[in-house]
T-cell receptor, first 115, second 110 residues
């Protein structure tokens, strides 16, 4: 059973470009979370999605950021018109949600560098 | 929403000594408290967790205690080893929402 897969692992963008980060949850997991981690800082919640639904996006900036988790395919975090402050590691996590809170499984992260 | 505070932000201990990291939470409805370890450049990984119906849980050199009345929980690492050096995150969860502390950078000095 493969773990949470994120790609790309490293992404370099120039200011104003778009960044797309992908996350494939573990097999059987229907819940996906995105977290942002700035250098030497904690995990900041961005968004929580189920298949085709955004459950909680309270941690996501209102502009330039969007997320989706389609019926087929990976979850995508999209950052439009990137700025240097968007440089960070973006971690995806998934959980099976069996009706009781359980472990979050994290991917290896996607490290975005904005030049 | 939930607010999780974690202390200290950095911790240095001599190899073989114990390390304690403390977290507080604000929402009494939180019922699941995991601890994650993140080595440099790696993904966070679960090392131990505790549910609200339990006061203490131990796994070899790692233990977690929970005080529901005071809304705080702690991670205890005994007989620390250099490979314990990492950033540790606590979290509080209810339903399917997870709220993380700001992390503790632990350094074990050989």
């Amino acid at each position: 059973n493969a773990g949470v897969m994120q790609n790309p692992r490293h992404l370099v963008r120039r200011r104003g470009q778009e960044a797309r980060l992908r996350c494939s949850p573990m097999k059987g997991h229907s819940h996906v979370y995105w977290y942002r981690q700035l250098p030497e800082e904690g995990l900041k919640f961005m968004v929580y999605l189920q298949k085709e639904n955004i459950i909680d996006e309270s941690g996501m900036p209102k502009e330039r950021f969007s997320a989706e988790f389609p019926k087929e395919g990976p979850s995508i975090l999209r950052i439009q018109q990137v700025v240097r402050g968007d440089s960070a590691a973006y971690f995806c996590a998934s959980s099976p949600w069996t009706g009781d809170t359980g472990e979050l499984f994290f991917g290896e992260g996607s490290r975005l560098t904005v030049l | 929403g939930e607010n999780v505070e974690q202390h200290p932000s950095t911790l240095s201990v001599q190899e073989g000594d114990s390390a304690v990291i403390k977290c507080t939470y604000s929402d009494s409805a939180s019922n699941y408290f995991p601890w994650y370890k993140q080595e440099l450049g790696k993904r966070p990984q679960l090392i131990i967790d505790i549910r609200s119906n339990v006061g203490e849980k131990k796994d070899q050199r790692i233990a977690v205690t929970l005080n529901k009345t005071a809304k705080h929980f702690s991670l205890h690492i005994t007989e620390t080893q250099p490979e314990d050096s990492a950033v540790y995150f606590c979290a509080a969860s209810k339903g399917n929402q997870f709220y993380f502390g700001t992390g503790t950078s632990l350094t074990v000095i050989p």
